[in-house]
């Protein structure tokens, strides 16, 4: 299948509120409409996971993040920029976004990717996208597609073909928390 009938067809469940699995600028993520509710409690439970626990999402450009981040502060454009491997930031005064997507003082964990494939695909949805790793809560990450429980495909909406033959091991991104004061800290490094 073909790089944009496989975007098509992710955007088309995504809009529907579905949950797809695709490949991302890091590792495979089970992804949704960051901004509707009931998709991002499906991805909750298909994860199994507390959803006292925020979510990340994706989006194609700075102007994205400036849509559903108030108030983003300098330091996270100097961050962004400068970051040599996908990096999220976790920034403070989330909009527009699902409210069980945010961690409980309102942050968001927000990455703009420049893999071109997800980068087109949050292009397409015009919206952010959940993205967080293809693996049930508290076992190990899927580096590859061939690693990712088949649970886990099954429950998911819709398969992204792209990728599926990469040996590649792939790594989750980098994590910083940057508050308004200009405080930083390394989540995951």
Same mark, same amino acid.
């Given at each position: 299948?073909? &790089?944009t009938?496989?975007?098509?067809?992710a #955007?088309k469940? /995504?809009?529907e509120g %579905?949950?797809?699995?695709y490949?991302t600028?890091?590792?495979?993520g089970?992804?949704? !409409?960051?901004?509707n509710?009931?998709a991002v409690e499906?991805?909750?439970k298909?994860?199994?996971r507390?959803?006292?626990k925020?979510l990340? &999402? /994706? #989006?194609d450009?700075?102007?994205r993040?400036q849509?559903?981040? =108030?108030? *983003?502060?300098?330091?996270?454009? !100097? #961050?962004?920029?400068l970051?040599t491997t996908?990096t999220?930031?976790? +920034?403070?005064g989330? $909009?527009? /976004?699902?409210?069980n +997507?945010l961690?409980? !003082?309102?942050? #968001?964990?927000?990455?703009i990717t420049r893999?071109?494939f997800?980068? $087109?695909?949050?292009?397409?949805? $015009?919206?952010?996208?959940?993205?967080?790793?293809?693996n *049930?809560s508290g076992?190990?990450?899927?580096?590859?597609?061939?690693?990712i429980?088949?649970?886990?495909?099954?429950?998911? !909406?819709?398969?992204?073909s792209? =990728?599926? %033959?990469d040996?590649?091991?792939?790594?989750?991104?980098?994590v910083?928390r /940057?508050? %308004?004061?200009?405080?930083?800290t390394v989540?995951r490094?």
């Amino acid at each position: 299948m073909n &790089c944009t009938i496989d975007i098509e067809n992710a #955007v088309k469940v /995504l809009k529907e509120g %579905g949950v797809i699995l695709y490949p991302t600028d890091t590792i495979w993520g089970i992804g949704c !409409d960051a901004t509707n509710p009931e998709a991002v409690e499906k991805v909750f439970k298909i994860k199994r996971r507390d959803d006292s626990k925020a979510l990340i &999402c /994706l #989006v194609d450009s700075d102007a994205r993040i400036q849509r559903y981040v =108030r108030n *983003v502060p300098e330091v996270a454009w !100097d #961050v962004m920029e400068l970051a040599t491997t996908p990096t999220t930031v976790i +920034l403070d005064g989330a $909009q527009g /976004l699902a409210p069980n +997507l945010l961690a409980e !003082d309102g942050s #968001v964990g927000i990455r703009i990717t420049r893999e071109e494939f997800s980068k $087109q695909l949050c292009y397409r949805f $015009q919206k952010p996208i959940v993205s967080t790793s293809a693996n *049930v809560s508290g076992e190990p990450t899927a580096r590859t597609f061939k690693e990712i429980p088949q649970e886990i495909i099954e429950a998911v !909406d819709y398969v992204c073909s792209f =990728r599926r %033959g990469d040996k590649t091991k792939h790594a989750p991104s980098s994590v910083i928390r /940057l508050r %308004g004061n200009g405080e930083v800290t390394v989540i995951r490094g």
